[in-house]
């Protein structure tokens, strides 16, 4: 299994640039999330779905959409990239939304100059 | 906002030394986990403590749960350098519907554990 699967790596975009951060996941996991960690600030929670077709927003979320077609594929769009968007950016999954533990990728470092 | 309160934000020890994380929360919670990450790596899961539960072991780590305190804490014992990681705790919220996946985290501690 791959696992938690997110691209790219790393990114740069100008501000105002939009893009979409890919998440993808072989696990069957139903529930998916999006977070942004930054420094002195720990994880928060951006966007999360508990299943294809359902999307709701974090405690994060503006400047940010979602959308979840599949199971397995749950991409995070920026609209206009701004420099507070500057961030490491985590996918994660879990096989239901009671609470189960999480599977990360390995993050996409993003810097909006 | 934040859930987690992480103390100490730093810490650092010598190898086969004990290293103690306290984290502190709000709010009722369903369980309560904690995380590791390695130096630009994604986050690993470590261990989950329900909140009926009072203590928990695996392997080196041992997590105790206080929800009247709403404070929990890990501890590693006999350190190696490979311990050198960040650790995060993080809640799920005692909420009915969609709310049980949604996990809050706390700001982390470092770990530095010297050979």
């Known amino acids: 299994n791959a696992g938690v699967t997110q691209t790219p790596k790393f990114q740069v975009l100008k501000t105002g640039q939009s893009m979409t951060l890919q998440c993808a996941q072989d696990?069957?996991?139903?529930?998916m999330s999006w977070y942004r960690q930054d420094p002195g600030m720990g994880l928060r929670l951006i966007h999360y779905s508990v299943g294809a077709g359902i999307t709701d927003q974090g405690e994060v979320p503006n400047g940010y959409n979602v959308s979840r077609s599949t199971t397995e594929d749950f991409p995070l769009r920026l609209l206009s990239a701004a420099p507070s968007q500057t961030s490491v950016y985590f996918c994660a999954s879990s096989y239901s939304n009671r609470g189960a533990e999480a599977f990360f990728g390995q993050g996409t470092r993003l810097t909006v100059v | 906002s934040q859930q987690g309160e992480e103390d100490p934000q730093a810490l650092s020890i010598q190898e086969g030394e004990n290293a103690t994380m306290n984290c502190s929360y709000k709010?009722?919670?369903?369980?309560l986990q904690w995380y590791r990450q390695n130096s630009g790596r994604g986050l690993v899961h470590l261990i989950l403590?329900?909140?009926?539960?009072r203590e928990k072991h695996s392997g080196r780590l041992r997590v105790t749960l206080d929800t009247s305190k709403k404070s929990s804490s890990l501890l590693i014992t006999a350190s190696r350098a490979a311990d050198t990681a960040s650790y995060f705790c993080a809640t799920v919220a005692n909420a009915g519907g969609t709310s049980y996946g949604k996990l809050t985290f706390g700001q982390g501690t470092i770990l530095t554990v010297h050979p």
């Open positions: 709010t009722s919670i369903n369980n």
């Open positions: 403590i329900r909140s009926n539960e």
């Open positions: 696990m069957n996991h139903e529930y």
